[in-house]
């Protein structure tokens, strides 16, 4: 039997909610995120390996203008820490400031490879050899050159 009460308390559903729509998209993106960092294990390291690379070649264009700024000799040279690679930082007495020497800190887990291990920059901002240094950690790497005649430096990040 038809009565009309029953045609007002029925239910005609056609799609879904706004709010189901939105914790299905939410459900999905945690699950590819939390897939994408799992499956692509150099995810993380990507991101210190490029971190790295901007350090070192900092370091670098930072010993080339001080070499010019300071008209003096300043080299570069990669040593092992205690429990990373460290880079030493050498500036020789020259007309306007005495020698000193700093070491900039590498963090742990990176590796700086490559021939050579030091290079020197002059007074005129020329590198006395060419440099290619690999900066790696796990499969991400990054590349660090410098050319001897400009001193130019240039970075390569993954």
Known sequence: MNHPLRKRYRSTRLGVTLVEAIMVIMLLSAAAASSMIYFDGSFVSRGEVSSSTHQVAD?????HNTAVLNQTKVSVRQVRGRSNQQLLITQAAGPIRDERTWLVDLPVDVKVSGSPTEITFTPLGQAD?????????????????????????TRKTP
Do not use: C, E, N
Request: glycine share 14%.
């Open 59 to 63: 370091t670098l264009q930072l010993a």
């Open 129 to 153: 050899q060419r440099l290619g240094w690999t900066i790696s950690q796990g499969d991400s790497q990054g590349a660090v050159s410098v050319s001897p005649v400009a001193g130019t430096i």
